[in-house]
């Protein structure tokens, strides 16, 4: 326990962390870029019990600013910085899980870093640390779990620059780690983040008090310099929406907080607070030790490189935050995209959420991300007998009498015998992913789901599906030619836009495609129009109204048919169905069908 | 000219401008916030004629950083911040107008600011010049084109801050503004705006050698905080794209240039440039009370406030740019929703720009903008004899063959003849702005279109009309309940998804409301899905296919009948036509009309 002071105390006034637990190598860490530190010690915490198979660890990346103090270990802990997620019968459940939070290598809180003392001149190293980079912290946490005796992870748990180190744990270490959920995070920093933390480390390196980085023994360091540097952090981690919810209401009524920065507005008040705080327990070398690696950190500069730093052996989880602009969800698509390149096991949500960069450290969103989490991890784990699974709970729900899948069934049932046996299949519109848990119950082993819907998304990740959000309007870039042996559009067609980009795009990605729709030239809808001369509805699968109905195309089975002859496509079965009467329609479909399902390819 | 090197010689470096005039007003000049300044030289630059009626006279308002010096002079003159804009034959055109800019108020290029002389002291007034305002800068302005024997300006033009200030002459001195085109500006900043204001504040103040603002006669100023707070600014002044755009291809190659900032990445090296350059041309006290003047700057706290501070009297021309996030297209929308309360006229719209808030200094969109204040200028003039005024040219291009109006015109007769003389009209996917201008001629005054498509607002303010890009779907917040005599929803209704929306919307805004749809009950849409079992289509207005036309919802004339006595619709006429025929229709028009045109309200 001695050793984390030795490290630490550089920061003036921090709070010794009470429950850390320090290992020391005392063999040479070879850096990446370069570089050799002689001696590493590593703080960390661990929250639950490893089992007898030692399969049950979790190892948790802190952000920028966190440390190894990820939640608190009883009631008379202080507070840690996700205990909304970590601990007892949370997402990540310590009666559960074994949880290994490290304090990052570079960091000021236990872990080597820049205010460490030097064995090789007995000084602090300041500016003489080498540069390190995410690569490195990873390989530094891999010494600790190997020490730890864990021969591979359940999985890497972070968010931010604990995301970055999750996904350079799958990409260094791949048979180590079985899963990874990676939030609000990025393949690279863009150009804006980067840009942000190159303004706080000028700011920080070009104040007069940094004396080349060796202002330890200094009475004043660059304290101004880390202020406004972890000011404009603070910036970044909200979202407008979010600061104009903290701040409008009291715009010009500062808040009366100890620091000499401008208190003019009530948000110059929170910024110059938040920054006089953080001097007093982060060490300005760390911060630029630590932004330096993030702004480092690339899993591949080209779609190439990055689709080969995603491996597919590693189930996935990405989570991104609709108002995060400092690591921006097409980021996370970026990611996501690489991985279904792969065909790797991942699901993905953009959690709609107005809380920025910060929204995973918060509870504003946490009822979904955090079930997310806990539906994902379990989902890892054999299950419990006596426990029911998440699956069994979704199925439970969406039974239920109100469910609109209860009755519809006949479809399914053709759709699961029209896909081939073990056939890979790509679910667009999957919904609650019914038919695709259905499939995978008859063995098949590549299922994957679209869906925009965030609670049907998480409905799939309770059934241990892998699901992605995407707009369909918005194309399959993320899908390869022919990725999938099936690509089942069921009835979706009638609510996109875009119909022809997207039937042309299932048809590059899918070997064959099943499509379903409504017919609008069933004979009840044929007698409304032309006897009653009202717009088809109200009958068969076209229930709504024309003014409030979801469906935003209206086409026959005929319709389709020539559409297919005009654009090349081959037909290779159709089906109809009468749903009201459940019965399947042989004889003049386009007249007796209200549904219709097609088995179409391309030709050539 | 001597005085204007008396107030900027504090700037190092800074080059002497040319063609700069100064005022001198020895009289004291008192502040909004209490304070006054004994003397103020203004230094401005003017260019083209005033004619002999004194009426074509611009101000030009800069933003932050700039100076008088907008445009060039001559071909040998140093090139202005606005060249694109202001010039013989540009939009805003020196043979036509008179225009005036001055430096403003607290700035550092001849204007009286931080680093002037105090008279009462003889030294300089540092931190002791008093805080100002927008509204300060906008009074010295007045009091500029008071001494230029102008006594009504034609316009007042500013982007960002140059924006605010022309909102403020609005507020201020409506009887002497004939018209405002404020770009990329807000009614106040939020929170976020104001956040990376204060942290730049910070970082100059607190930087030692600031001096207590009187580092004038030190070696060095406060040099590292004013970079600091320039390339926090710069940040903020691109878009994450333009960002990309700009640095992504050699992230990791900074560019060869002089300074002493981080340049590790091409992104730093940019950044690090910016600021280095910025000190050598900008006082840091200018920085703070600009920045601060900006800061305090506020049309209204409340939307009535805004609402009141918003002179129907002018006419008005808002302009924001959709991936400006420093002043959020939103906050241009606050300001138009003001002036639509107020009965103002007023044009806006969102440009489609990838360049953040620079882009009104850009060449980008500059093909949009531009050509906007360009008409929208022209317009506020008498026509020229022997000038094609700028609606005749629209009139003209829109007349082409292939322009889908062309034979289409039965219906605008009607809705012409429906609309009460006199009435005010919101004309809701108003397009090119035909009906409207039909209307125009008939003698209506207030007349507004909403419409979505740019080049489409472009051709309606070349036409002179007001109009206000909005998306339908989002509503019609920004009118008040029975603003309008009449709102015509003309060949709109199918394609909007929140029909009940939309419909009761227009119902509230307009005493009576024209809607025209095209029938889904037209004889030859029955024959075609009763006989051929096919999606209506083709024929009438609905010419395009079931996959690829705008149209989304499908009605009848009965559906709509259905619908009003359902929502208690007041139906008070009725029409409808066979346009392919080009006849009105009186005999069951739900099966002989292609067209229907309803004037409805809402009952009680």
């Known amino acids: ?9 550089n920061v003036r006034n921090s709070k010794p962390l009470r429950h850390v637990k320090t290992l020391v190598f ?26 007898e198979a030692r399969d049950n660890a979790i190892i948790l990346c802190h952000a920028l600013s966190g440390d190894s103090h990820v939640a608190q270990h009883d009631s008379e802990d202080d507070p840690g910085w996700w205990d909304i997620m970590v601990g007892p019968g949370k997402p990540i459940d310590t009666n559960r899980f074994f949880v290994i939070c490290p304090n990052v290598l570079g960091g000021c809180r236990g ?37 730890l005796g864990i021969e591979k992870l359940l999985a890497v748990v972070g968010g931010s620059v604990g995301g970055h180190q999750a996904l350079m744990w799958a990409k260094l270490f791949p048979d180590h780690v079985g899963s990874v959920v990676a939030l609000a995070t990025s393949p690279r920093l863009n150009s804006q983040a980067l840009a942000f933390d190159v303004v706080g480390r000028n700011a920080i390196r070009r104040d ?10 200094h009475e004043h360091g660059p304290e101004v310099g880390l202020a406004v540097a972890r000011m404009i952090g603070h910036i970044t981690y909200l979202s407008p929406e979010a600061m104009k919810r903290k701040f409008e209401a009291d715009r010009m009524t500062p808040h009366e ?18 920054g006089t705080k953080f001097v007093e327990r982060f060490d300005a070398n760390s911060y630029i030790a630590l932004t330096m690696a993030m702004d480092l950190f690339d899993m591949g500069t080209t779609r190439e490189e990055l689709v080969k730093a995603c491996p597919a052996s590693c189930r996935w989880l990405i989570i991104s935050f609709s108002s995060d602009w400092l690591f921006p969800s097409e980021q996370s698509r970026d990611i996501v995209n690489a991985l279904i ?7 993905y949500c953009n959690v709609q959420s107005s809380c920025g960069h910060d929204a995973f450290l918060l509870l504003d969103d946490f009822a979904l991300y955090g079930e997310m989490i806990r539906a994902f991890l379990i989902n890892q784990t054999p299950p419990h007998s ?14 239920a009498p109100t469910s609109i899948f209860h009755q519809r069934r006949l479809d399914y049932d053709r759709i699961v015998e029209l896909v081939e046996p073990g056939a890979s299949v790509l679910d667009l519109g999957c919904g609650s992913g019914r038919l695709l848990a259905r499939l995978k119950r008859k063995g098949h082993r590549r299922l994957v789901g679209v869906e925009l819907d965030e609670q049907k998304i998480l409905a799939c990740i309770c059934r241990g599906l892998d699901v992605v959000q995407a707009d369909l309007n918005k194309g399959l870039r993320a899908f390869a030619d022919q990725q999938f042996d099936c690509v089942v559009l069921s009835q979706t067609l009638q609510a996109v836009l875009d119909v022809e980009g997207v039937i042309a795009d299932i048809l590059r990605v899918g070997r064959t495609c099943i499509v379903t729709f409504p017919n609008i030239a069933y004979h009840k809808n044929r007698r409304i ?5 009202r717009a088809p509805g109200g009958s068969g699968w076209m229930r709504q109204k024309w003014y409030n109905t979801p469906d935003i195309r209206f086409l026959s089975i005929a319709d389709f048919e020539e559409f297919c002859v005009e654009k090349g496509i081959r037909i290779e079965r159709r089906l109809a169905m009468d749903t009201e009467a459940n019965l399947e329609v042989s004889e003049n479909p386009n007249y007796n069908a209200d549904l219709a399902i097609f088995v179409i390819s391309r030709v050539g």
């Open 341 to 347: 390149a792969r065909n790797a096991p991942v699901s």
């Open 257 to 274: 907080v100890a620091t000499e920065f401008e208190k003019v507005f009530s948000v110059g008040s929170y910024l110059g607070y938040q």
């Open 26 to 51: 005392s063999e040479p860490f070879a850096l990446e870029l370069g570089g050799i530190l002689p001696c590493v010690t590593v703080a960390f915490e661990t929250y639950g019990r490893l089992n």
């Open 529 to 533: 129009l032309a006897e009653e001369g």
């Open 1 to 9: 326990m001695s050793k984390i002071f030795e490290s630490s105390d």
């Open 386 to 399: 006596g426990q029911l699974s998440t699956e069994a709970v979704v199925d439970k729900q969406s039974h």
């Open 111 to 147: 872990t080597t870093g820049p205010g460490a003392i030097n064995p090789a001149t007995e000084k602090r190293y300041g500016q003489n640390f080498p540069t390190i980079t995410v690569g490195d912290m990873v390989g530094l946490q891999r010494w600790l779990i190997n020490r």
């Open 208 to 217: 007069p008090h940094y004396y080349g980085g060796q202002y330890y023994d």
